[in-house]
T-cell receptor
Framework: EAAVTQSPRSKVAVTGGKVTLSCHQTNNHDYMYWYRQDTGHGLRLIHYSYVADSTEKGDIPDGYKASRPSQENFSLILELASLSQTAVYFC????????????FGPGTRLTVL | TQTVSQSDAHVTVFEGDSVELRCNYSYGGSIYLSWYIQHHGRGLQFLLKYYSGNPVVQGVNGFEAEFSKSDSSFHLRKASVHWSDSAVYFCAVSARNNNAPRFGAGTKLTVKP
């Protein structure tokens, strides 16, 4: 069964601090994604990647960096965390884009104080 | 870039009722459409998708959705809901030129006993 795991599951960070959210998939999928979820906004795409060592910007990339060191791992980095980045972050993977379904991780609840 | 609109933030029905959750999209080209379900505190799970052929597609647990090109819609329906169907439902759209899926804001379905 497809599996996407995220760590940590929750985190409290201070404003201005650095935060790294990690995602690991065992699906052998090429595509990986980071979304954030806020009440009333649904899921918004931050970054995605279709191959190791390459990342693409999504719709709201400002304030976030992404890293794909291997096919299995995809990290989201907040160099200077801000209050507005408090949200739930979801990682997903898919075999391809378009018609391919996405497999989501359980999410990371980030609170920036 | 494609956009997705889910006009109802909340829908409340009684067990055994039928339900329709609305999804409208905006994009000038060919697309793929999907529905996902999110139970409280969990990641999203795939329900069903449409990419060509019969505009009515069947998904898991008795859900179905109908694509309408003229209305730019992909509404989700279920003939008789169960309390376990209470969740947030997301519509997603992917352009056929292979870009990442975009999600609507979600509709929270509450099924009362």
């Amino acid at each position: 069964e497809a599996a996407v795991t995220q760590s940590p599951r929750s985190k409290v960070a201070v404003t201005g601090g650095k935060v790294t959210l990690s995602c690991h998939q065992t699906n052998n999928h090429d595509y990986m994604y980071w979304y954030r979820q806020d009440t009333g906004h649904g899921l918004r795409l931050i970054h995605y990647s279709y191959v190791a060592d390459s990342t693409e910007k999504g719709d709201i990339p400002d304030g976030y960096k992404a890293s794909r060191p291997s096919q299995e791992n995809f990290s989201l980095i907040l160099e200077l965390a801000s209050l507005s980045q408090t949200a739930v972050y979801f990682c997903a993977s898919s075999e391809g884009q378009g018609a391919y379904e996405q497999y989501f991780g359980p999410g990371t609840r980030l609170t920036v104080l | 870039t494609q956009t997705v609109s889910q006009s109802d933030a909340h829908v409340t029905v009684f067990e055994g009722d039928s339900v329709e959750l609305r999804c409208n999209y905006s994009y000038g080209g060919s697309i793929y459409l999907s529905w996902y379900i999110q139970h409280h505190g969990r990641g999203l799970q795939f329900l069903l998708k449409y990419y060509s052929g019969n505009p009515v597609v069947q998904g898991v647990n008795g859900f179905e959705a109908e694509f309408s090109k003229s209305d730019s819609s992909f509404h989700l329906r279920k003939a008789s809901v169960h309390w376990s169907d209470s969740a947030v439902y997301f519509c997603a759209v992917s352009a056929r030129n292979n870009n990442a899926p975009r999600f609507g804001a979600g509709t929270k379905l509450t099924v009362k006993p």
